[in-house]
């Protein structure tokens, strides 16, 4: 009976997590007259025209490669300069790490719109707007405080007592950092990394204000202002909604391990 | 401090680029805020105007209002939905990876294609609410995002699906830090589950919870994605919040001193709010 009641529960979850999905997946496999179909039919007829046209006719391809180089870029950048900052903080005494560490809190908490205009006429001014490192330079500025606040609860479960070994047998502190400490941190980096590319990778914000040329949209821009002048083309906007997706469904389900302990970094005792 | 001599230096490129990015716009856009500023009036210091004819603006004080009714409502159940999510698949066996990953989800997804989901669903001719409330009787299908109430839940409805998820995951790594003694000591004594629950597993993670809640409450006033795709503020700016308002004014609008006056006021809140919840929750966790 508790098993019963168990697997009841579970189905709730998937349906409730999967099932939007779902159902724009199931339009995306409509064929166009089949979409249009009043009231909507549950079962596709499993045909591709929709990829075709938003591959295609829109130009989506694109979308794809803006936001795998910006969101790429974004990464290696706000990950390294995150790295650094964060081996100092996390080997801070006790007393001065709260107060540090709640004031990137604070700063990753910013609203976007408290610094867009000024970022925009910036980025205006040095000619970036519609370019791919004019959406890096927010993005890492953004991403930043997520980083070294995430890094650095990493860096304070990691034993010191290599480094202060190394110490003693007289090796200098650049030597430390990085011969004896990055080979241990490098999996919390790389699970950092997988974050804060997908948060770059879905940000939407910047990416409108800065790419107003379609040819630099990023994906999420290109969904957003998918829509036609009249109607919307459901069907090739869910083709893209799922190729938006795809990249990162891969990742989830090679990753979750990673994902999992990267959001709860710091909310757990490690 | 045994990295004392190399600390600052390695601290420098992150300083500097929080400082350009972040710091001085944040203070640049606050000063702007005390200008005229628009391709009509031009760029002239008009002192508190802008806040004056902020605090008389109709339709910025309803959007402030429904930041708040989005934020506390959908965070409260972002939190009940994930703590339940996580309790059904806390020691589930059998599909363990393909459940977590079917989990993690909605939040891996874009907001921006979480919204493009929910618009579908709710769509007034093709949606699957209409035909799973209405089947084949379309004159009975309504239009969900025209009208100010059920648009506004269906803004929360997208909201609470993709953030649940978020909130599971933290509750789950918290459940899986609650040791089985404890709950089988509290079964053997004859506490029933939710008794259990209550006593013996909430308060085990609740520090995980409130820093869940804490990241929940600052993501949530800071709402922009859904509404754009979803509504555009519409019907009659009722679903338009605080975000999407300084957007218009400032960049559709051009009205650059006005805007930054609103953008001022956005991060006087969200910055008020994370102040209290950290000084009242957030110590503990960022102490450990």
């Known amino acids: 009976m508790r098993g019963l009641g168990k697997g009841v529960a579970v189905l709730a979850v998937l349906l409730f997590c999967l099932g939007p999905a779902l159902w724009i997946l199931v339009t995306s496999l409509k064929s166009p007259g089949l979409v249009d179909d009043r009231p909507p039919s549950l079962l596709p007829d499993l045909q591709l025209d929709s990829y075709r046209i938003a591959l295609a006719r829109r130009g989506f391809l694109r979308s794809i490669g803006n936001s795998l180089v910006v969101a790429g870029a974004a990464t290696v950048l706000t990950v390294a300069m995150a790295s650094l900052a964060a081996y100092p903080l996390s080997r801070m005494r006790r007393g001065w790490r709260g107060p540090v560490l709640g004031l990137v809190l604070a700063a990753s908490m910013f609203p976007q719109i408290s610094i867009a205009g000024a970022v925009y006429r910036m980025l205006m001014g040095m000619g970036l707007l519609n370019t791919h490192i004019g959406l890096v330079l927010p993005y890492t500025g953004l991403m930043l405080p997520l980083a070294i606040w995430m890094l650095t609860s990493f860096f304070s479960r990691l034993p010191r007592e290599l480094e202060e070994a190394a110490m003693v047998d007289g090796c200098g502190p650049w030597t430390i950092v990085w011969r004896i400490f990055a080979p241990v941190a490098a999996p919390a980096v790389f699970t950092t990394a997988i974050l804060v590319f997908i948060y770059s990778w879905n940000e939407f914000f910047f990416a409108l204000l800065v790419m107003t040329d379609p040819v630099m949209q990023t994906v999420p821009v290109a969904i957003a202002k998918f829509p036609g002048q009249y109607r919307v083309p459901w069907g090739e906007l869910s083709a893209a909604a799922i190729l938006a997706v795809l990249p990162l469904t891969v990742m989830v389900l090679l990753l979750q391990r990673r994902i999992v302990s990267g959001l709860t970094a710091g909310t757990t005792k490690g | ?288």
């Open chain 2, 1 to 288: 401090m045994r990295a004392g001599r190399i600390g600052l230096p390695m601290m420098l490129p992150a300083l500097v680029f929080l400082c350009g990015f972040l710091v001085y716009p944040v203070l640049s856009t606050a000063i702007n805020s005390l200008y005229h500023d628009s391709p009509v009036t031009g760029r002239e210091y008009c002192g508190l105007d802008n806040y004056g004819r902020l605090l008389q603006d109709e339709q910025a004080l309803r959007t402030v209002e429904f930041t708040f009714i989005f934020a506390l409502s959908s965070v409260a159940l972002e939190m009940v939905a994930g703590v339940l999510i996580a309790l059904a698949i806390n020691r589930v066996i059998t599909g363990k990876g393909f459940i977590r990953a079917a989990v993690i989800l909605p939040w891996a997804v874009p907001t921006v294609v979480a919204a493009v989901m929910w618009k579908y669903v709710f769509n007034d001719q093709y949606g699957i609410l209409n035909y799973a409330l209405f089947g084949d009787s379309l004159e009975m299908y309504r239009a969900w995002l025209a009208r100010p109430v059920t648009a506004r839940l269906a803004i929360i409805a997208a909201d609470v699906w993709k953030a649940s998820s978020f909130v599971a995951l933290i509750a789950l790594a918290g459940l899986q830090s609650v040791p089985r003694e404890l709950l089988e000591a509290a079964r053997i004594d004859g506490a029933k589950a939710v008794k259990r629950f209550f006593f013996v597993t909430l308060p085990l993670i609740r520090p995980a919870l409130l820093v869940a809640l804490l990241f929940r409450v600052m993501d949530a006033f800071r709402v922009f994605d859904l509404v754009y795709v979803m509504t555009q503020g519409a019907p009659a700016e009722k679903t338009s919040v605080m975000q999407y308002f300084g957007y218009l004014k400032m960049f559709p609008e051009q009205q650059y001193g006005y805007g930054s006056a609103v953008s001022v006021l956005v991060f006087l809140v969200i910055a008020l709010l994370s102040v209290a919840l950290v000084r009242t929750m957030g110590r503990r966790a960022v102490a450990k």
